[in-house]
Protein backbone atom coordinates (compact mmCIF):
# COMPACT_ATOMS: atom_id res chain seq x y z
CA UNK A 1 0.00 0.00 0.00
CA UNK A 2 1.14 3.58 -0.72
CA UNK A 3 -0.19 6.97 0.53
CA UNK A 4 0.75 10.25 -1.63
CA UNK A 5 -0.03 13.10 -0.40
CA UNK A 6 0.30 16.23 -2.55
CA UNK A 7 0.96 19.69 -1.50
CA UNK A 8 1.56 22.89 -3.18
CA UNK A 9 -1.93 24.14 -4.85
CA UNK A 10 -3.37 27.60 -4.62
CA UNK A 11 -4.54 30.54 -6.14
CA UNK A 12 -2.04 31.99 -8.73
CA UNK A 13 -2.26 35.03 -11.11
CA UNK A 14 -1.83 33.68 -15.39
CA UNK A 15 1.95 33.72 -16.02
CA UNK A 16 2.97 32.94 -12.47
CA UNK A 17 4.25 30.06 -11.02
CA UNK A 18 3.66 27.13 -8.34
CA UNK A 19 5.12 24.04 -7.35
CA UNK A 20 3.44 20.90 -6.56
CA UNK A 21 4.56 18.14 -4.02
CA UNK A 22 4.08 14.80 -3.98
CA UNK A 23 5.28 12.62 -0.93
CA UNK A 24 4.80 8.52 -0.79
CA UNK A 25 4.54 6.57 2.46
CA UNK A 26 6.05 3.41 0.15
CA UNK A 27 9.22 2.13 1.20
CA UNK A 28 9.81 1.50 -2.43
CA UNK A 29 9.04 4.83 -3.83
CA UNK A 30 11.99 4.17 -6.54
CA UNK A 31 10.13 0.79 -7.81
CA UNK A 32 7.11 2.86 -8.80
CA UNK A 33 6.25 5.08 -11.93
CA UNK A 34 5.28 8.44 -11.19
CA UNK A 35 2.45 11.00 -12.51
CA UNK A 36 0.65 13.64 -12.45
CA UNK A 37 -2.87 14.19 -13.71
CA UNK A 38 -5.71 16.62 -13.36
CA UNK A 39 -9.65 17.16 -13.50
CA UNK A 40 -11.10 20.38 -13.88
CA UNK A 41 -14.94 21.11 -12.76
CA UNK A 42 -17.16 18.82 -15.21
CA UNK A 43 -14.02 17.26 -17.47
CA UNK A 44 -12.09 13.92 -17.21
CA UNK A 45 -9.08 13.25 -15.15
CA UNK A 46 -6.23 13.55 -18.14
CA UNK A 47 -2.62 13.04 -17.93
CA UNK A 48 -0.27 16.05 -16.98
CA UNK A 49 3.26 14.29 -16.80
CA UNK A 50 5.17 11.01 -16.10
CA UNK A 51 8.55 10.33 -14.62
CA UNK A 52 10.25 6.81 -14.82
CA UNK A 53 11.51 5.46 -11.98
CA UNK A 54 15.06 6.92 -11.83
CA UNK A 55 13.68 10.18 -13.45
CA UNK A 56 15.61 8.99 -16.73
CA UNK A 57 12.88 9.51 -18.75
CA UNK A 58 9.65 12.03 -18.27
CA UNK A 59 6.70 12.96 -20.83
CA UNK A 60 4.33 15.59 -20.69
CA UNK A 61 1.17 16.10 -22.59
CA UNK A 62 0.74 18.51 -25.27
CA UNK A 63 -0.92 21.24 -23.33
CA UNK A 64 1.61 21.40 -20.80
CA UNK A 65 5.04 21.10 -22.58
CA UNK A 66 7.56 23.64 -22.20
CA UNK A 67 5.93 24.90 -19.25
CA UNK A 68 5.73 22.21 -16.87
CA UNK A 69 8.92 20.29 -15.35
CA UNK A 70 8.14 16.99 -13.67
CA UNK A 71 11.25 15.76 -11.11
CA UNK A 72 11.59 13.23 -8.86
CA UNK A 73 14.13 12.74 -5.65
CA UNK A 74 13.79 8.82 -4.49
CA UNK A 75 16.10 9.81 -1.40
CA UNK A 76 12.88 12.05 -0.14
CA UNK A 77 10.35 9.79 -1.28
CA UNK A 78 8.77 12.50 -3.44
CA UNK A 79 7.58 13.48 -6.55
CA UNK A 80 7.33 18.02 -7.58
CA UNK A 81 5.53 19.36 -10.86
CA UNK A 82 6.73 22.75 -11.34
CA UNK A 83 4.72 24.25 -13.85
CA UNK A 84 5.27 28.02 -15.22
CA UNK A 85 3.36 30.25 -17.49
CA UNK A 86 0.49 29.20 -15.77
CA UNK A 87 -2.90 29.83 -17.92
CA UNK A 88 -6.70 29.64 -16.78
CA UNK A 89 -6.90 26.50 -18.78
CA UNK A 90 -4.82 25.28 -16.19
CA UNK A 91 -7.27 25.62 -13.28
CA UNK A 92 -7.85 22.02 -12.16
CA UNK A 93 -7.78 19.28 -9.10
CA UNK A 94 -4.23 18.06 -9.85
CA UNK A 95 -3.64 14.55 -9.00
CA UNK A 96 0.24 12.23 -8.29
CA UNK A 97 -0.19 8.58 -8.83
CA UNK A 98 2.25 5.38 -8.46
CA UNK A 99 2.42 3.08 -10.98
CA UNK A 100 3.56 -0.34 -11.29
CA UNK A 101 3.35 -1.24 -14.16
CA UNK A 102 6.13 -2.68 -16.83
CA UNK A 103 7.51 0.13 -18.65
CA UNK A 104 9.28 3.12 -17.87
CA UNK A 105 6.65 5.38 -18.23
CA UNK A 106 2.60 5.51 -17.85
CA UNK A 107 0.82 7.95 -19.35
CA UNK A 108 -3.07 6.18 -18.69
CA UNK A 109 -4.91 6.36 -15.70
CA UNK A 110 -5.77 2.57 -15.70
CA UNK A 111 -1.76 2.20 -15.54
CA UNK A 112 -1.74 3.73 -12.09
CA UNK A 113 -2.84 2.14 -9.06
CA UNK A 114 -2.28 4.38 -6.07
CA UNK A 115 -3.62 8.39 -6.08
CA UNK A 116 -3.41 11.03 -3.59
CA UNK A 117 -6.15 13.00 -2.30
CA UNK A 118 -5.40 16.40 -5.30
CA UNK A 119 -4.80 19.66 -4.73
CA UNK A 120 -5.88 22.48 -6.20
CA UNK A 121 -4.41 24.96 -8.45
CA UNK A 122 -6.75 28.26 -9.49
CA UNK A 123 -4.95 30.48 -12.01
CA UNK A 124 -7.18 33.53 -12.10
CA UNK A 125 -6.74 36.35 -14.90
Known amino acids: QVQLVESGGGLVQVGGSLRLSCAAS????????MGWFRQAPGKEREFVAT????????NYADSVKGRFTISRENAKNTVYLQMNSLKPEDTAVYYC??????????????????WGQGTQVTVSS
Open 26 to 33: ARTFSNYI
Open 97 to 114: AAAATLGSIATSREDYRY
Open 51 to 58: ISRRAINA
